[in-house]
DNA sequence: AGACATGACTAAATCGTTTTCCATAGCCAC
DNA sequence: GTGGCTATGGAAAACGATTTAGTCATGTCT
């Protein structure tokens, strides 16, 4: 690596003093004009660029933002909803000239915990897209007054994007209702806020239309659990009053649903229909297209990133929680027939 | 945000100078081992986490790894293929106490060069995932002597960790080829490195075998771009003499070609055959499974890791090229069809 | 006893910036 | 001519750690 070119040497070029070139650099005002110009010519000729590590220490601003992704839960990189919500964040924050920064999720011996992490970092504040918030080194990095968003988790006092699972799975309710369905079964996912809202909206949706939710109807399957989506959807066939449309946590899920009803030998929709959620790639690709919520996690990504700024930037501002609550949007899709609700 | 604990609190409480406590806490010899105790104690009583910003501006070793993911080119992270050799590399450079920081490839006005930024950050190494090696910024980055992995792209004096494009791609010919298939058309991607080798290899096999390629069966087509392959696809039905057999870019433009073909009433593999290229969690999905070339994209994200290290810690060693070739398996999948060449 | 090694600790320099405070000169007004 | 002002520049401290070159006892060897 060659030496880098620092202000002294600048200084040493220009004869005059470290301090009169950082002046320059920084466009401050006690600078004669024509100092300004060689300086910052001469800084260009010998490709200049400030070093990080030695501005950040006096200025305590790292333009860091810390991410957290917790391999834990089993999400990481290729979880595609989270990804998403990743790449919207990241761009827009690298538009505001920050920086992210991965908390180290791994299981190696001498890992800081995640509240040490962003003190040694000195982050300048945390995106939490998912993470286990049973943990005690969670809930530590929660206490911290550093600022933080968070995906789909509520805690006072900080940032909570929101998607409307409530709003949404109602919505998803209404178009599978209006099709004529009444007998709904609910392969949900794991006890979590998202899980519970989707949950809540499918409970008050059934009892507002006196629709029974038979015990043999609800299933617990985690997210993106292909193997026990394939499993649970046999035990739905197996039943003796059969319903006619099935909802699964996500997408994958439901495309698993999909294949394992067709190796049964029913067609989607006109056998049985199923439902996703999320909006994920695969719908674009799969036949029939899935019916299901479209997250906007484009929305999300941004969102997220410009409150945590506007947090980071303004501490003053916005002492408590701030909720941004994002809409879905239902895609129709192909895999909810239109049934008459007096045949079943 | 609190006043965080330096080594000059510690040193207050213990009595002792800064110097001592940093060799307490480094756990240097020249310490006796009472204070040792005492030091560290304290230090963990005050919740000590050294910053980071401070010790790495004295030793210049940042364990910070840049990645470059272009947005020029349409990638990021959700894309498949690089999302999995980046999260591979990521645990793999964690679990060895690095940590990773994208580059800014925004479109920002004031964004910093590739190389300003690798400077300005003071990047141990550089991963290349995917870039446009066209540009004049990329090409400076390559002159620097920063230790650099790339994927897929060899320049000498850097590390390349090469998928077998060419051995790959001669093995899912050989598949296509004895299940009976010989007029075999290749939709393939737009030139580069990898473009070419598959390409080779295609026209390798076709020769020794002495299987006609007429123009007709040659189609560039963008990876991933899902329009084009339905619309080449297209072009191929319409053609005098069908192929037997439709070779894709990668698995995703395959399921869209799958698609177009059985819009137009074909089925798959019965009517005609296709086979994909990457191994994507798509073709776990889709039915009938394409054949493809499964990428060990775990492998290349290992290797490009720990070969990258290497080069940090060692520079002394390996000065030149390091090639790593990582070799795919071939998803046999359910899209080829066996068929007798006599009837063709 | 003198020379020398060892152990335990500290002062001070250093990394590359930023920032505060001061110095000097020139100028004007009274 | 003195006080005060502005414009321009520099010296030095600071950020928080690491590291080098010591200091000063104490112990050991010949």
Do not use: W
């Not at 002294?8 to 600078?31: G, W």
């Not at 918030?133 to 911290?144: A, C, F, N, P, T």
């Amino acid at each position: 690596m060659k030496e880098a070119v620092s202000l002294k040497d600048i200084a040493k070029i220009c004869q005059v003093s470290v301090s009169t070139v950082s002046k320059a650099l920084n466009n401050r005002s006690d600078i004669s004009h024509a100092k300004k110009e060689e300086i910052q010519r001469v800084a260009k000729e010998l490709n200049y660029v400030p070093n990080y590590m030695a501005s950040t220490l006096k200025s305590k601003r790292t333009r860091v933002i810390g991410v957290l992704l917790s391999e834990g839960t089993g999400t990481n990189l290729l979880h595609e909803h989270f990804a998403r919500i990743l790449n919207s964040f990241k761009d827009t924050v690298e538009e505001r000239g920050y920086v992210i920064m991965f908390l180290n999720a791994s299981t190696s011996p001498n890992r800081l915990s995640y509240t040490e992490q962003c003190k040694y970092m000195t982050f300048d504040g945390l995106l939490i897209l998912c993470a286990d918030y049973q943990l005690d080194e969670v809930q530590e990095l929660l206490q911290s007054d550093l600022p933080i968003a968070m995906i789909d988790h509520s805690v006072p006092k900080h940032i909570n994007i929101a998607s409307n699972n409530f709003g949404d799975m109602t919505r998803l309710m209404q178009l599978i209702y209006d099709r004529g369905h009444r007998r709904i079964a609910y392969v949900h996912g794991q006890n979590n806020e998202v899980t519970r809202a989707r949950f809540d909206a499918y409970r008050k949706f059934m009892l507002e239309h006196r629709l029974p939710v038979p015990k043999e109807y609800l299933y617990t399957c985690p997210y993106r659990d292909n193997e026990r989506a394939s499993a649970l959807t046999k035990a739905v066939l197996a039943l003796p009053q059969r319903p006619t449309c099935i909802l699964y946590p996500d997408d994958q899920t439901a495309v698993e649903g999909l294949n394992s009803l067709q190796e049964a030998g029913l067609r989607v929709p006109q056998d049985i229909s199923i439902a996703g959620y999320d909006g994920l790639a695969v719908i674009n690709i799969v036949r029939p297209r899935i019916t299901t919520i479209h997250q906007d996690t484009v929305s999300m990504g941004i969102q997220a990133g410009n409150k945590l700024i506007s947090r980071i930037e303004f501490p003053e501002t916005e002492p408590g929680t701030v909720t941004v609550t994002v809409d879905g949007m239902v895609e129709p899709g192909a895999s909810v027939a239109m049934i008459n609700p007096r045949y079943n």
